[in-house]
């Protein structure tokens, strides 16, 4: 019998496909700095990290010469082009509605991601979606972010259960390295990557509809 016990979702490319509008804010913001940036080095260095991280790995991949407080004022720049755009879209991915509400009879709920705490509240919002998640580990709460373990370490704790009795959904490598780095069981899914990148999950799935309870039984 599968000792799992709760369930913990990254956000950003499991939930909602918003790793092109991220992307989108992020050339935005800092081609006005005179820098392109490719999806391909999106995709290959900057995804999974916070917005946070995907700045302080800019500065050192390009080698800017910008301090702390103007990351800050980055990251203020990028959040408002982001917002704008996901207040007027549907972003969440097909299934996501209906997976949460089915896993909502069977465990408890939570939220283990980078993106900011007020960017996932209002998708959840507009979705209808918030009464079934009990809680939320944003860009912030934790010192480390993934691929660090701290995010899942704090959700276990919030969960009140040990990581062991978790299993975390994530659909890049870094998220992979942060739920197993807790000791929690991880599912990959396809949403971003292929399966042969996803190779660290315990099982790999193709959409939502495949997340189901039988499946984390057998974990």
């Known amino acids: ?11 950003d490319g499991v939930l909602a496909d918003t790793e092109q509008l991220h992307l989108a804010a992020y050339q935005e913001i800092i081609s006005a700095r005179g820098i392109t940036l490719t999806r391909d080095e999106y995709y290959a260095h900057y995804l999974g990290y916070n917005d946070e991280g995907v700045f302080q790995r800019m500065r050192e991949a390009h080698g800017l010469t910008i301090g702390d407080d103007e990351i800050a004022v980055l990251i203020a720049e990028k959040t408002e082009v982001f917002d704008r755009v996901v207040e007027k879209t549907d972003v969440l991915y097909a299934g996501a509605a209906s997976c949460i509400e089915r896993l909502a009879s069977d465990y408890p709920l939570g ?90 999950a315990d099982a790999i799935i193709g959409t939502l509809h495949d997340f189901t309870t039988e499946l984390i039984q057998q974990l």
């Not at 929690?184 to 042969?196: D, F, L, Q, R």
């Open 111 to 200: 939220i283990a991601s980078g993106a900011l705490r007020h960017e996932i509240e209002m998708v959840l919002r507009r979705a209808r979606l918030a009464q079934y998640i009990r809680f939320i580990v944003a860009s912030g709460d934790t010192t480390e972010s993934k691929p660090a373990p701290d995010p899942y370490i704090r959700a276990a704790q919030l969960h009140a259960f040990h990581p062991s009795e978790c299993v975390a959904i994530e659909d890049s490598r870094w998220g992979i390295v942060s739920a197993k780095g807790a000791g929690m069981k991880c599912v990959g899914i396809t949403n971003t990557y292929p399966a042969s990148e996803l190779t660290g």
């Open 1 to 11: 019998m599968s000792s799992i016990q709760a369930v913990v979702f990254d956000f």
